[in-house]
Every structure is written in C-alpha cells, then in structure tokens.
C-alpha cells in the first residue's frame, strides 16, 4: 500500500516534465533581443568603418531611439560626412543632405540599400523592428556556449507583407544578446550576415558593442559597427524626432 504514493508522485512529475521542458517562446526572444538593443529610449555614440578590398573609410555617428517607432542617427565626423542625418518616425523615413541643405522622404523600397556606401542599411542602422511585426517566427535551435543559452529562431514574411527578405534566421542569447542575423533574399539564398564580434557591458547591461556585416560570398568586404557609449531609459526632448530638428539639430 506504501507504494502507491509513490507511485501517484511519479506520475505528477512525468506529468509536469514536458510543461517545465517546454521551449520559450520565439516571438519573446526576438522583442527581448529588441528591448536589450534600444530600450524605452536611447542615445549611443557609434563608430562605423567600412572595409574593402583596397580602402578602408571610418565614420562616428550619434543616435537616439524612441519606443519602437522613432530613430535619428546624425553623423559627426569625418568633416565631410558632419551632418547627414536619417529620421524615422513609423513607417516614414526622411534623410537630410547638409551639402544640398535638403530633406528627402525615402520611399519604402529603398530603405534595404546601402547606407552611406556601408554594407548596413538604412533599416538596419536606425533599428527597425520590421522582423518584429511583419515576419511570424519558430524556434529551430537551442545551444550552448559560454554559459548561456543561445536560440535560433526562423522568421518567415507573414502573407502580403511589404517586405524585402525571404527569410531571416536569428541567434539570441538566454540574456536577449542578438549574435547574429542572416538574410535571405525570396529564392532562399543567402545574402548577407551580420555577426557580433564582441559583448560587454554597456549602460548597464550585456549589450553587442561590435558588430559587423558582410555580404555573402565576399570575404574581402564587411562593415564593422563599434557602440562606444549608450544611455538607455532616459528623457528625451520632443524636438529630437522631428523634420526641423533632422534639419537644424538642436542636440
């Protein structure tokens, strides 16, 4: 008769195993991934350099992040690039040409070119959360290394949406650290692949302070992307994300 507590005990663990194996969920990796990467707000001083075969060019840039929606990235130095901006406000992106003194709206199909002769986009470097909300998303992957968890998660273009890749695959760590990022055009091949080359700690958290992207089958050009300062979770004027203030920085 004793046994069959025992018994009855061992069968509420094997009950409850899969509920506690049970993976997480993809779509909270990635808004996890996103939250680490730009927070409530933010403002990061950056360094990008572009690499190719017989040059090299490096630019400093500051930039600030609202919510999900809003973005300004200005670039600082060298002196001949001072002053050209990008604004994203939604789904709207404006750039501003300080030679021409000029603010242009981009249409939708540009905003995956090349930034500023990078191998980033404009989408890229203003953060946008297309994978977010246009791309339905499944854990494909789970893996170890250096003491975290790292996931991989597959994301599909959900049905008509207005989008440029076929597919992305994405690598998060347990602590929402993004570590790598590969881009599919519609026929399934692979074009390009962001990587992060270094994490430490950064405004108070784990953060990917380099990264670097590098076309496909082009191991001889790549763009490098060094996060030098940040501050997340801080008050910023309502100015910042504005036409006027892309055009007249009051920053």
Same mark, same amino acid.
């Given at each position: ?97 300080? /030679? #021409? ?8 199909? &540009? $905003?995956?070119? =090349?930034?500023?002769?990078? *191998? ?46 076929? /597919? #992305? ?8 650290? &993004? $570590?790598?990022? =590969?881009?599919?055009?519609? *026929? ?47 008050? #910023? ?15």
């Amino acid at each position: 008769m004793r046994l069959k507590p025992i018994v009855m005990q061992l069968g509420f663990v094997l009950l409850a195993a899969p509920a506690l194996a049970a993976p997480p969920d993809a779509d909270a990796l990635l808004r996890a991934a996103f939250d680490n990467w730009r927070a409530n707000s933010s403002m990061t001083e950056i360094t990008m350099t572009v690499y190719r075969p017989d040059w090299r060019r490096s630019m400093k840039m500051k930039a600030w992040t609202r919510g999900d929606d809003d973005a300004l990235v200005r670039f600082v130095a060298p002196a001949k690039d001072a002053g050209n901006a990008t604004l994203k406000k939604g789904d709207e992106t404006w750039i501003f040409n300080p /030679k #021409l003194n000029q603010v242009i709206k981009l249409p939708a199909s &540009m $905003l995956a070119q =090349s930034w500023m002769g990078s *191998d980033f986009s404009y989408n890229d470097l203003s953060k946008a959360d297309d994978i977010l909300t246009k791309y339905t998303h499944r854990l494909i992957n789970t893996e170890q290394s250096d003491g975290h968890a790292v996931y991989a998660i597959e994301a599909l273009p959900k049905p008509d949406a207005p989008v440029v890749w076929g /597919k #992305l695959l994405v690598k998060v760590r347990d602590d929402g650290v &993004m $570590l790598s990022e =590969s881009y599919f055009d519609q *026929d399934m091949k692979l074009v390009r692949e962001m990587t992060t080359e270094k994490v430490s700690e950064l405004g108070g958290r784990q953060y990917p302070v380099v990264m670097t992207m590098r076309p496909a089958g082009e191991s001889d050009k790549w763009t490098t992307i060094e996060t030098v300062s940040a501050q997340f979770d801080i008050a #910023l004027p309502a100015y910042v994300f504005t036409l006027s203030n892309l055009q007249n920085p009051r920053d």
